[in-house]
Structures are given as structure tokens and as C-alpha cells.
């Protein structure tokens, strides 16, 4: 004899920020296979018909930050103090073009693969993680770059430099939460979509990335700019020691995973609606 089982919308509201996000952790291990199989069919999409084949997966990820770090090696974006200029810039759009796909990932995926989910038994929150887990792969070859530029230029490294996981966990946490809140709000409306991309646009040049923050007008403000703020935080790691604002950090590492845990929870109540669930 079969059970049916009936989901309404309403199901999930009594659920709190952490027993959202135990729920929504528990349903992608037990689609981990699904995600896998999606991540490689993406990554396969990515070459899939090209005479390079998969070296496009390490190129395409190295094109952006390697014409910023060619300009400021040749002297054409400014210079920063003690270190060189390539692996300085580098390391810096590393970490944005991190933070900005953890904003426009969950919000690009949930919009374009919104009717494939509605017609399968799949979490839509699978399909976010295996688009995060094409941003990680990115990030790590960006990495690697950055590591190759250290070597060569002969950049001196701190040892507060393995302290950027710390860093970097909140920081992800963050702008993830802050992607799965515009996700479901792109949904309802879209220009959230394209008012989020023009922003991001602007938003590297007003995240001390390519240009040192004391030649820009509005400086004084940038500590309300958490890219900004993350971003300075793992190239002092890296190359001055311990940050002297320490604590501007532990304030957004905080408000990280409140974010996050809130993100997780509007992501988990939404997803019936947003799948069209009545």
C-alpha cells in the first residue's frame, strides 16, 4: 500500500535559521550523486565542442585576473607600497571574483534552472551547491596563479597568512546568504537580477581591488563596504601580518553567519513557492 504525501508552502514556516539550514544539509547529502552529476555535466558544457577541450576550465578562470595583474606589473594601475603590484592585484580580484559569484551564482541558478527542478523530485538548493562548487574550482586555479606569481616575483609571505581560512569561511558565509536571499527575491521580481549585476560591476572598483583605497575620494567610508574589508583582510594576512583592524573583521565575521543561517532559513521556507508548490 503507498502513502502519498502531500507538501503545502506552509509546511515550513516554523522552521528556525538552524533547523532550516539541518534540513536543507541533510537533503543535499542525500543528493549528493545528483550534484556531482550536475557540476560535471556543467563543467563538461563549459568545453563540450572545443578543439582546447577541458583547458578551457583553467583558462577561462585565469583571463580576468591576469589582465589586471599584466596592467599593474607594466605600471598602468597604481602601484602598492612593499609589494609587487601583479600578485597584490591578483590576490585582491581573486577574493572578489570569489565573493561576487557567491552573490550572483544562487541568484543566476535559481531563476535558470528553476523549471528544471519543478519537474523532478531535486532540491533546488542541489542546484545552487553545484554551481558554488564551479565557483571553488575556479577560485582554486585563480590560487594557484597567485602562488606561481608569489614564487616569481619573490613576493615575501607572513606567516599570518595561514590564518586566511579564517577569513575566509565568514566572508563566503556572507556573500552565500546574501545570494540565496536575492535568489528568492529575483524570483518575484527581476529586475533584482539586473540591478545586482550593475552593482557588482561598479563594485570592484569601490573595493580597493585594483586601486589603492587612500586614492580614492570617498575612502573614509570603505568600512562599510565588506568586500572592501574582506578583501584587505587576506592581502594584510598575506603580506603585512595581523590586520590592525581585527575587529572590523570579527564584526563582519559575525554578521557572516547571521546572514547565512537567515539566508539558509528564507531559501528553505520559499523553495515550495518559488518551485510553484501549492
Request: some cysteine; glycine content about 8%.
Amino acid at each position: 500500500m503507498q502513502h502519498t504525501r502531500i507538501i503545502r508552502p506552509n509546511d515550513r514556516l516554523n522552521e528556525g535559521m538552524f533547523s532550516a539550514t539541518r534540513h536543507m544539509l541533510r537533503e543535499l547529502l542525500q543528493h549528493r550523486g545528483h550534484i556531482r552529476a550536475v557540476f560535471k555535466q556543467d563543467f563538461r558544457n563549459i568545453y563540450h565542442g572545443t578543439f582546447l577541450g577541458v583547458a578551457w576550465n583553467i583558462v577561462l578562470p585565469l583571463v580576468p585576473i591576469s589582465v589586471f595583474a599584466l596592467l599593474s606589473r607594466h605600471r598602468v594601475l597604481p602601484n602598492f607600497d612593499g609589494v609587487d603590484p601583479g600578485t597584490y592585484v591578483a590576490l585582491g580580484s581573486t577574493v572578489w571574483f570569489l565573493l561576487a559569484g557567491c552573490i550572483q551564482q544562487p541568484l543566476q541558478t535559481v531563476r535558470a534552472r528553476n523549471i528544471e527542478v519543478m519537474k523532478t523530485a531535486l532540491p533546488l538548493s542541489a542546484m545552487v551547491v553545484s554551481s558554488f562548487a564551479q565557483i571553488l574550482f575556479d577560485t582554486t586555479i585563480r590560487l594557484v596563479l597567485v602562488a606561481i606569481m608569489v614564487v616569481l616575483s619573490a613576493t615575501e609571505l607572513r606567516w599570518s597568512a595561514l590564518l586566511i581560512p579564517v577569513v575566509f569561511l565568514p566572508a563566503i558565509m556572507l556573500f552565500f546568504g546574501i545570494g540565496l536571499i536575492l535568489g528568492v527575491a529575483n524570483v518575484i521580481y527581476a529586475d533584482v537580477g539586473r540591478v545586482t549585476g550593475i552593482l557588482l560591476q561598479y563594485g570592484i572598483f569601490i573595493s580597493g581591488v585594483i586601486f589603492p583605497v587612500s586614492s580614492l575620494p570617498f575612502s573614509n567610508i570603505l568600512i562599510w563596504n565588506p568586500a572592501y574589508v574582506l578583501i584587505e583582510g587576506v592581502r594584510e594576512l598575506c603580506f603585512r601580518g595581523l590586520p590592525e583592524s581585527g575587529w572590523v573583521l570579527g564584526a563582519y565575521s559575525v554578521l557572516g553567519l547571521i546572514v547565512f543561517f537567515f539566508g539558509c532559513r528564507l531559501f528553505y521556507l520559499m523553495e515550495y513557492r518559488v518551485r510553484g508548490i501549492d
